[in-house]
């Protein structure tokens, strides 16, 4: 119940005894009440849907093989999203990202730890030995098997500063993820289990979905074996990945579930499995280990999973014990992990920016202009994020389709139109192309 509100708040509850989410951001852009007449599913609907979805996935497909691709940056549709979200989730990620791209990088790469000057400072790609992008072929025969004999000789697969950095924060972050789960959200998760086992609604959107029927759960069951199955059988009939890596993969993210929906819920950011299901799958499969086995280069990276079973422990001990000092409660470790998690392909310079956005409109317009803020700010940002992409195909077509450049200055220069034309180049200079 929210007998301040204003806005649209205000406007659902015409009366103190009218119920509430008690999520702010929730109870402003979602009516807690049930208009019937509204289909949730309309041919109209599916249409659109299904035809934008080809026409997008042919668009972006056709012009990728052209020398003037349609490219939307990410990091920019991210940057107009970035206004939702509660301020102190942008000073978690900001700290996250400070720690990783201004401190830890930086030592890790003029250090050369890792012989990281032979590589850019900041890359995704598989480097070689000497600084090359890897060739996997070099390493299998042509039943694409692993040749041990050809690795040895080749060498083993190098990293970049940053992603090296980036992978321990990963790795940290997946253990950190369980134990935050159950510090901080442990009593409500239980308390949400009990209600329902039985069949308990209390929250306002779950008693107004409770009035219609359900989808069996044998649908699900159904979907779960069919795929199970299909996976089994296409692992079995290929020498390249055995039938019990799909059991592994259903337990990490059965495991996984309720820590990562809590903390998507709750700070609205993702964890990717890729990098926590690429090092298990490293150790259980057959064969030895090379990239975090031990005695390899980047072994010491796997002390992330140690560290991520401590770092909540740390916060939650001092938020309990000092409750007065208020900012203890809003560290949140598990973003902190994940900040720089899509660094790249989203260019590190536009954090900052990512940070200026959140801090005009989730503390000065929260703060000083919370009615505007409730009422515009989450449709605000979604327009700019179509705008961006509505925007991005007209340029396309106008402008580059014609051989209009956009103008270059200074600030627009380098590989990534950053104004820094050697940073995809190693600490040599030399810039590492196929």
């Known amino acids: 119940m929210m007998s301040n509100s ?3 708040l205000l406007h659902n509850a015409k009366d103190d005894d ?11 852009n979602i009516s807690n009440k049930d208009d019937p007449t509204i289909l949730c599913l309309t041919f109209r609907s599916v249409f659109i849907g299904i035809l934008l979805t080809c026409f997008d996935s042919v668009v972006f497909q056709f012009f990728a093989y052209r020398t003037s691709p349609l490219d939307i940056n990410i990091g920019l549709i991210i940057l107009l999203a970035y206004m939702m979200g509660e301020f102190m989730a942008h000073v978690n990620l900001f700290v996250g990202f400070m720690i990783v791209i201004w401190i830890l990088t930086p030592i890790i790469y003029y250090t050369n730890t890792w012989d990281s000057k032979k590589m850019p400072i900041i890359s995704n790609r598989a480097f070689d030995v000497n600084g090359n992008f890897y060739e996997p072929m070099k390493v ?12 040895q000789i080749y060498g083993g697969v190098r990293m970049s500063a940053g992603q090296a950095i980036r992978h321990a924060f990963i790795l940290t972050a997946f253990s950190a993820y369980i134990v935050h789960t159950i510090l901080y959200h442990g009593k409500f998760i239980v308390e949400q289990f009990r209600m329902t086992l039985s069949d308990k609604k209390n929250d306002i959107h779950a008693k107004l ?97 140690l ?22 409660a809003f560290i949140h470790f598990p973003m902190i992990l994940v900040a ?86 190693n600490y040599s200079g030399y810039v590492v192309t196929d």
């Open 209 to 305: 979905m409770s009035h219609y029927p359900e989808v069996s759960e044998w649908w699900y069951y159904i979907i779960l074996f069919v795929s199970f199955i299909l996976g089994l059988i296409h692992c079995y009939s290929s020498p390249l990945l055995p039938g019990y890596i799909i059991i592994v993969a259903i337990i990490v993210n059965f495991i996984m579930m309720i820590p990562t929906g809590v903390i998507v819920a709750v700070t609205n950011m993702t964890f990717v499995l890729g990098v926590p299901i690429d090092v298990l799958s490293s150790v259980i499969l057959p064969g030895f280990v090379k990239t975090f086995g031990v005695g390899s280069i980047y072994f010491p990276l796997l002390f992330g999973l």
């Open 140 to 151: 299998l025969n042509k039943d694409l098997l692993f040749n041990e004999t050809a690795y």
């Open 340 to 425: 720089t998690n899509n660094v790249p392909p989203a260019p590190a310079g536009e954090y900052t920016t990512w940070f200026l956005v959140g801090f005009i409109f989730n503390l000065i317009l929260y703060r000083y202009a919370h009615a505007w803020w409730e009422k515009y700010a989450y449709v605000f940002s979604a327009a700019m994020s179509c705008g961006v992409a509505i925007c991005g195909f007209i340029i396309f077509i106008t402008l580059q389709n014609n051989n209009i450049k956009f103008p270059e200055w200074w600030g627009t220069g380098g590989p990534t139109r950053d104004g820094c034309p050697l940073e995809i180049a």
């Open 307 to 328: 560290l991520g079973l401590v770092l909540p422990i740390i916060s939650w001990f001092l938020w309990k014990k000092f409750p007065n000092i208020k900012w203890l």
């Open 18 to 28: 009218d119920e509430q989410s008690p999520f702010e951001e929730v109870a402003a």
């Open 6 to 8: 204003t806005g649209l």
